[in-house]
């Protein structure tokens, strides 16, 4: 992949993967931490057949979100209802707060009876009972009920804040399509394919590591989306 958002400044820390290595949890050397191996009370990361993909999650309560009208409008204003054991993985020590993160959608079998996403982490941290940091994402589907999202994890389980979402088809992903996350200061964008979909503004995190997650309630259809490549350039 070519970097597409080139970022002014030193250039701090890269990596990229191409997923060769089937791993549970994704660990490649121990530049990975993740959500339940070293936050606790999340999913992990794993990797098979060239991709990774988020462990199958508790599946014990779905996602309800008035906002989003989630089961069917269910939840009332405000309330978010679900386990949000989100599956994520953030590669570990220090990055440049400035990111450019990429990655190569991996999408097989898409439905839209579950919300299987795939999603790029910025200026995130891992640790027992605590994930925190930015989190862009895109549905995997192409229906009208696609849609892409800026969200900020606040640390808790099930504590997130929406920054910007929009719905519709043009705002999902399919197989092989690329997508990216960036942030510079205090701005985030989303991209699919080079073009931008999404921003927000938000101070809460001024640093942190990249990184990768999906979205929890998937059931076995955990594996038929996820990533083939990832990469990241990281700058001050």
């Given amino acids: 992949m070519t970097n597409t958002r080139p970022i002014e400044g030193k250039l701090v820390r890269s990596y990229s993967t191409q997923f060769e290595k089937d791993e549970e949890p994704i660990s490649d050397g121990g530049l990975w931490l993740n959500g339940k191996k070293d936050g606790i009370d999340w999913c992990d990361v794993f990797v098979a057949d060239g991709h990774c993909f988020g462990e199958v999650s508790r599946m014990n309560s779905a996602e309800r979100r008035a906002e989003q009208a989630f089961g069917g409008g269910t939840a009332g204003a405000g309330e978010v209802a679900g386990d949000y054991d989100d599956p994520a993985a953030v590669l570990a020590g220090t990055w440049g707060k400035n990111q450019s993160a990429r990655a190569t959608v991996y999408s097989v079998n898409p439905t839209d009876e579950y919300f299987q996403e795939v999603e790029i982490r910025l200026r995130s ?39 910007a979402r929009r719905m519709g088809s043009q705002f999902g992903v399919k197989h092989g399509d690329i997508v990216e996350a960036t942030i510079v200061g205090n ?42 490549s990832f990469e990241v350039d990281t700058y001050d």
């Fill in 187 to 228: 701005v985030i964008r989303s991209y699919i394919n080079g073009v931008e979909v999404l921003s927000a503004t938000d101070d809460a995190f001024p640093a942190g590591g990249p990184g990768v997650g999906f979205n929890f309630f998937v059931g076995n259809t955990n594996v038929d989306h996820g990533f083939s």
């Fill in 125 to 163: 941290s891992i640790r027992p009972n605590w994930c925190d940091g930015y989190e862009v994402f895109w549905r995997c589907s192409q229906s009208e009920a696609a849609y892409a999202e800026i969200v900020r994890w606040n640390g808790k389980i099930g504590d997130f804040t929406s920054l």
